[in-house]
T-cell receptor, first 118, second 110 residues
Framework: GAVVSQHPSWVICKSGTSVKIECRSLDFQATTMFWYRQFPKQSLMLMATSNEGSKATYEQGVEKDKFLINHASLTLSTLTVTSAHPEDSSFYIC??????????????FGAGTRLSVL | EDKVVQSPLSLVVHEGDTVTLNCSYEVTNFRSLLWYKQEKKAPTFLFMLTSSGIEKKSGRLSSILDKKELSSILNITATQTGDSAIYLCAVAGSARQLTFGSGTQLTVLP
């Protein structure tokens, strides 16, 4: 199956610093990647849709200047949490669609990144 | 706004029991419904359903979609402790994004 790698798996940072999270499709090209946020015991909340070579589409209520998304190649999307604060602490998960799965809307997920802001 | 509701929110059973998880949805221009299993980290894909009445089966897991009732069920027979996880239901609509339900936390006791 399609493999999505996400790095780092866990990061602790001081308040005010920026954190970059990488999402890579290892064995396929992904024109579209998605970034989700998940709070404890809650479901996945879509933050933004990342399209290769164009600007990301953010969901309502998600600050685009706070959560910078770059999808520079068909295998890599990055999410940068800028000037992180404790309320940004969460589990961030990326996903990707293959060109085949796009017609079926199947998304394959990375392992997630646990962000803790002190 | 698309909406997905899962029930029950949590379920505790013993090994060998059979469980049924429910998912109902409201979505504009339904395309597909997907089930995922989330253990500690990333959700892993289980099934994708697009047509009513056609059961998808994988081992002890099976799922079926009822488009008339706007719902789906996920059955797990002869449960094992390894089935303990959060089971997520998601629906793809006209925007081709996935809207997730809150999940069902399944705990299988030995």
């Amino acid at each position: 199956g399609a493999v999505v790698s996400q790095h780092p798996s866990w990061v602790i940072c001081k308040s005010g610093t920026s954190v970059k999270i990488e999402c890579r499709s290892l064995d396929f090209q992904a024109t579209t990647m998605f970034w989700y946020r998940q709070f404890p015991k809650q479901s996945l909340m879509l933050m933004a849709t990342s399209n290769e070579g164009s600007k990301a589409t953010y969901e309502q209520g998600v600050e685009k200047d706070k959560f910078l998304i770059n999808h520079a190649s068909l295998t890599l999307s990055t999410l940068t949490v800028t000037s992180a604060h404790p309320e940004d602490s969460s589990f961030y998960i990326c996903s990707a669609r293959t060109s085949e799965s796009s017609t079926k809307n199947i998304q394959y997920f990375g392992a997630g990144t646990r962000l803790s802001v002190l | 706004e698309d909406k997905v509701v899962q029930s029950p929110l949590s379920l505790v059973v013993h090994e060998g029991d059979t469980v049924t998880l429910n998912c109902s949805y409201e979505v504009t221009n339904f395309r597909s419904l997907l089930w995922y299993k989330q253990e500690k980290k990333a959700p892993t894909f289980l099934f994708m359903l697009t047509s009513s009445g056609i059961e998808k089966k994988s081992g002890r897991l099976s799922s079926i979609l009822d488009k008339k009732e706007l719902s789906s069920i996920l059955n797990i027979t002869a449960t094992q402790t390894g089935d303990s996880a959060i089971y997520l239901c998601a629906v793809a609509g006209s925007a081709r994004q996935l809207t997730f339900g809150s999940g069902t936390q399944l705990t299988v006791l030995p």
